[in-house]
C-alpha cells in the first residue's frame, strides 16, 4: 500500500512538471511567425501575434519579456514605439529601459529624459542630470538645482511601487496643468501615485508636491 502511494506521488509530481513546462510564457515561433505566449489563471492560455516581426533578425534579449529584430522592440509581443532595437538596453526589472535617444518606462516614454544621465532611484522614481521623474512624467516643482537632492523615501512599502496607467487624454482631464502633454502625442501617462520622495526643503507623494 505504502509502495502505491508512493508510486502515485510520483506521478503526481511528474504530472505537475510536464503541465508546468508546457505553459511556459515567452516568445515562441508559430510556423514562420512570432508570437508572445502567456498564461492567465481566469482565461488560460494566451497568445499574442506578432505579424511586424522578421524572422530573420528576430531575437530574445535577456530579459526574456524583450525582443528586438532589425527594425523594432517588443515588450511582450507588443512593439515599443520609438525604440532603437541596435542600442536598446533594459535598465531596471520594473520595467526601466534606453536607448541611444530615449528612455523608457514599459511601452512608454520617460518624456525629456536623457538617457546618457538617467538613473533610477526607488520606484516611482528616477532623475537624470536636469529633471526628477515619477513614472514617466517629470515632477514639476523640483529645479534642476535640487535635482541632486532629491530622494525617494516611500514610506508606503506595501503600496510605493505600485504603477497606474492612464490614458493621456484622461490625464489631462484630471489634471489640467498638464494639458502640454497633448501637444506631444502622449498615448498614456505612468506614475505612481503612491511613492513619495523629498528634497531637503520639499515633500512628494506621487508627482505632486504636499510640502
Not at 7 to 34: D, H, I, N
Not at 151 to 161: G, K, Q, S, V
Not at 182 to 207: A, M, Q, R
Amino acid at each position: 500500500m505504502q509502495f502505491s502511494v508512493t508510486l502515485l506521488l510520483l506521478f503526481a509530481l511528474l504530472l505537475l512538471g510536464v503541465l508546468f513546462s508546457s505553459c511556459s510564457t515567452g516568445y515562441q515561433k508559430e510556423g514562420s511567425t512570432w508570437v508572445w505566449v502567456e498564461y492567465n489563471e481566469n482565461v488560460g492560455k494566451k497568445v499574442t501575434w506578432i505579424p511586424e516581426a522578421d524572422g530573420a533578425s528576430f531575437r530574445v534579449l535577456r530579459d526574456k519579456n524583450y525582443a528586438a529584430d532589425q527594425q523594432r522592440v517588443y515588450l511582450k509581443g507588443k512593439v515599443i514605439p520609438e525604440a532603437d532595437p541596435a542600442s536598446f538596453e533594459v535598465l531596471h526589472k520594473l520595467g526601466y529601459a534606453r536607448d541611444k535617444n530615449r528612455v523608457f518606462l514599459d511601452r512608454e516614454r520617460v518624456l525629456f529624459a536623457d538617457p546618457g544621465s538617467f538613473q533610477v532611484l526607488d520606484f516611482p522614481y528616477a532623475r537624470d542630470a536636469q529633471r526628477v521623474f515619477c513614472g514617466t512624467l517629470p515632477i514639476p516643482d523640483i529645479e534642476p538645482a535640487e535635482v541632486a537632492d532629491f530622494r525617494a523615501t516611500n514610506t508606503d512599502a506595501l503600496m510605493a511601487h505600485m504603477k497606474s496607467t492612464v490614458l493621456g487624454s484622461h490625464f489631462i482631464e484630471l489634471y489640467p496643468e498638464f494639458q502640454w502633454l497633448d501637444s506631444l502625442g502622449v498615448s498614456s501617462v505612468i506614475v505612481g501615485d503612491w511613492g513619495t520622495g523629498e528634497t531637503p526643503t520639499k515633500k512628494f507623494k506621487g508627482f505632486k508636491r504636499i510640502e
